[in-house]
């Protein structure tokens, strides 16, 4: 079965950081744009960051600009997020998903367009 699988969440005390992974079972990860979504409790999942199947286009939500850092690595077909100066409300479960390349990074992230695939979620809570 072709699926995505995140790790690296955690507990982190506030202004720590972590490093999410998105890997593909069975899924090139090399041939999708991929993006990271998080749903708190109570609310709306909202899209986080994404990132062009080439990693020259990137796009993120106002709330992590400057704190947190899409890449990928398609050596190894894996895409990361790196979250530094981590804040309580950054508590949710995180979720990669992958979309074909014709949508764009902000596309997928702000409408979830063209979202074809979904991991399982990663839980990041943030608490001191």
């Known amino acids: 079965q072709l699926q995505l699988v995140e790790s690296g969440g955690g507990l982190v005390q506030p202004e720590g950081s972590l490093r999410l992974a998105c890997a593909g079972n069975g899924l090139s990860l090399r041939l999708y744009t991929i993006g990271w979504f998080r749903q708190a409790p109570g609310k709306e999942r909202e899209g986080v960051s994404c990132?062009?199947?080439?990693?020259?286009?990137?796009n993120y939500a106002d709330s992590v600009k400057g704190r947190f850092t899409i890449s990928r690595d398609n050596t190894k077909d894996t895409v990361y997020l790196q979250m530094n100066s981590l804040k309580p409300e950054d508590t949710a479960v995180y979720y990669c998903?992958?979309?074909?390349?014709?949508?764009?990074?902000?596309?997928?992230?702000?409408?979830?367009?063209?979202?074809?695939?979904w991991g399982k979620g990663t839980q990041v809570t943030v608490s001191s």
């Open positions: 998903a992958a979309a074909l390349p014709l949508f764009g990074v902000q596309a997928m992230c702000v409408s979830s367009t063209g979202i074809s695939r």
């Open positions: 990132i062009s199947k080439s990693g020259e286009r990137l």
